[in-house]
Antibody, heavy 117, light 110 residues
Framework: VQLVESGGSLVQPGGSLRLSCTAS????????MTWVRQAPGKGLEWVTT????????SYVDSVKGRFTISRDNAKNSLYLQMNSLRAEDTAEYYC???????????WGQGTLVTVST | QSALTQPPSASGSPGQSVTISCTGT?????????VSWYQRHPGKAPKVMIY???KRPSGVPDRFSGSKSGNTASLTVSGLQAEDEADYYC??????????FGGGTKLTVL
């Protein structure tokens, strides 16, 4: 199993960014997937989860209405569209594969998003 | 959606046991038997050590055990070994396809 994130960068407050996660080594189209983030010096924070066909999505309240999770099963790819970015969104963002209910068994290496002027 | 509460640090000597707590509410820890524990060494991906409160994935030593009472879950590491030194995070299902993590506990093996 391999998960590789990309797309992180420095962005100004109010800006947008799209993160990608490319999956391999497992049946991506059958898997629930999650984005988790970790701000500098802080703990892990669950951000959003999507079901296998993309019809169910859930978000932490702090990103609802600003972030959108999506997936392209034909490309084995997971995405996170982040709009109206704030300084508090600065974090390493990880994609993770759901193994069993509410438990993740595979994580990417992370991609860093920095929101700053 | 408040983070679960974990002690920032815990420690023990080799061979000893240490317990890390994870306190939530009746809307997360207390409401569901879906508490997981993750071990994270610096620069590495989190590794699931316990799932569904007290189940161990294949390959996880039986020195690691989990339990729950009310709104508080616990991870106990028995027979501490040097390689157990890491950050530990709990997580819980919080309803409506949402999850929540704890703030993490740094375990030091003295």
């Amino acid at each position: 199993v391999q998960l590789v994130e990309s797309g992180g960068s420095l962005v100004q407050p109010g800006g947008s960014l799209r993160l990608s996660c490319t999956a391999s080594g497992f049946m991506f189209s059958n898997s629930w997937m999650t984005w988790v983030r970790q701000a500098p010096g802080k703990g892990l924070e669950w951000v959003t989860t999507i079901n296998p066909d993309g019809s169910e999505k859930s978000y932490v309240d702090s990103v609802k209405g600003r972030f959108t999770i999506s997936r392209d099963n034909a490309k084995n790819s997971l995405y996170l569209q982040m709009n109206s970015l704030r300084a508090e969104d600065t974090a390493e963002y990880y994609c993770a594969k759901v193994w069993t209910f509410s438990t993740w068994d595979s994580w990417g290496q992370g991609t860093l998003v920095t929101v700053s002027t | 959606q408040s983070a679960l509460t974990q002690p920032p640090s815990a420690s023990g000597s080799p061979g000893q046991s240490v317990t890390i707590s994870c306190t939530g509410t009746s809307s997360d820890v207390g409401g569901y038997n879906y508490v997981s524990w993750y071990q994270r060494h610096p620069g590495k991906a989190p590794k699931v050590m316990i799932y569904e409160v007290n189940k161990r994935p294949s390959g996880v030593p039986d020195r690691f055990s989990g339990s729950k009472s009310g709104n508080t879950a616990s991870l106990t590491v028995s027979g501490l070994q040097a390689e157990d030194e890491a950050d530990y995070y709990c997580s819980s299902y919080a309803g409506s396809n949402k999850d929540v993590f704890g703030g993490g506990t740094k375990l030091t093996v003295l």
